[in-house]
């Protein structure tokens, strides 16, 4: 049956011998499968009744040795399957990530069992069929989430899109691992803001360029508020000036009206993607908002430029009213998940990853306000 003795024979041997003769049958069986070519479908049902009656026979440390030898196998039945993943011990996660085909039989079986670090090791498979792609999306799992956001096979669509949003606001990591991703639209990261990294930051701001946005409800507060915006922008360069940022903290929390923690964290936010947000959402243009930003930043000189061309050009691209939608997600007051409506969506790919090539603004006007911003700026350090 398997290339070096009848099936009978094994029956034989097994009825006959004790513990000893199971473990080495076992393994030399097992050995002579994995390394045989393709059986035939009767050979592989002869080698299921073999196995299943041999593995219960056998010590424990020849069952880890047996399924670990099978595994290797190219031509496994989900029966087989299962045999292996009963009795492989701790090598099962590194089975499940490294095994070229799994059934899914198998792999329902697995998750039925509700393991969430070997349902983790599952989830990093780029060959999970539907039905145990939505059981996994079903387990209420940080170590699930974390696997399934990390896995580029898995297409953030649809329900799967709305649970991986809904994961990244209460789990950090969950939202960076998206944050990588080309086919995710990190708008839908707007509540993580704040556990990302600046350059994650700011591909959360760009994703809302050239986007129309939900009404936000903090709009009408920030229209009035903007009648004196030149009078809001020269009050907040002069506390950036003077380092007097908890200063910044008190009057952001009296305009905005989100928490002092979070006013806080934009106070003290040195990239100036925060910052942005609230600059924008208030109607500030480039010219206004930029003489803030260059005072609130911290960044090397050779990275200043390339830093004010990337908001010069958010202030060019990106409308007040979706920076006023950005803000209400930070309130708490908005669906964020209305994104995802057609009217909504954003209206090129281009606009995801435009990290990797930022460059100055298009615009001469802006680039030489720029230039002369960071004049200013070195003047008034020196």
């Not at 507060?221 to 009050?235: F, G, H, N, P, V």
Request: charged share 25%; with cysteine.
């Amino acid at each position: 049956m398997i290339g070096f003795q009848p099936y009978e024979t094994f029956q034989l041997l097994i009825d006959s011998g004790g513990i000893d003769r199971a473990n080495t049958l076992l393994v030399a069986a097992c050995d002579a499968f994995a390394r045989r070519g393709k059986p035939h479908q009767i050979e592989i049902k002869q080698f299921e009744e073999l196995a299943t009656r041999l593995f219960p026979t056998a010590a424990p440390g020849a069952r880890i040795k047996a399924a670990s030898t099978l595994g290797y196998s190219q031509y496994l039945s989900p029966e087989l399957e299962q045999l292996v993943v009963a009795n492989i011990g701790d090598d099962l996660i590194s089975y499940l990530r490294e095994t070229p085909s799994l059934s899914e039989q198998t792999m329902i079986g697995i998750i039925s069992a509700a393991d969430t670090r070997i349902c983790a090791a599952l989830a990093s498979r780029d060959d999970i069929p539907n039905v145990a792609l939505a059981k996994l999306f079903q387990l209420n799992s940080r170590r699930v989430y974390r696997a399934l956001a990390a896995n580029n096979a898995v297409r953030p669509r649809g329900p799967y899109l709305n649970a991986m949003a809904r994961s990244a606001q209460m789990d950090h990591k969950v939202a960076r691992s998206l944050a990588r991703r080309e086919d995710f639209d990190t708008a839908l990261l707007a509540p993580a803001f704040f556990d990302l990294v600046e350059e994650d930051r700011l591909q959360v701001i760009e994703a809302f360029s050239l986007r129309k946005t939900p009404d936000a409800p903090i709009k009408r507060t920030l229209e009035q508020i903007s009648l004196a915006k030149a009078d809001l922008a020269r009050a907040l360069m002069k506390l950036f000036m003077e380092n007097r940022r908890p200063e910044v903290t008190k009057l952001l929390t009296q305009i905005t009206g989100m928490d002092e923690v979070r006013c806080g964290q934009i106070a003290h936010d040195v990239s100036g993607a925060a910052l942005f947000v609230v600059l924008r959402a208030f109607g500030l243009n480039s010219q206004e908002g930029l003489k803030v930003i260059i005072h609130a930043t911290s960044h090397e000189e050779e990275d200043r430029s390339q830093s004010l061309g990337v908001f010069a050009r958010m202030f060019q691209n990106i409308s007040s009213d979706a920076m006023a939608f950005l803000l209400s997600v930070w309130r708490a007051e908005v669906n964020l998940l209305d994104l995802n409506k057609p009217q909504y969506r954003p209206f090129g790919e281009e606009t995801k990853r435009a990290g990797k090539a930022r460059v100055a603004s298009n615009n001469p006007a802006i680039n030489k306000a720029v230039d002369a911003l960071e004049r200013i700026g070195a003047r008034r350090a020196s």
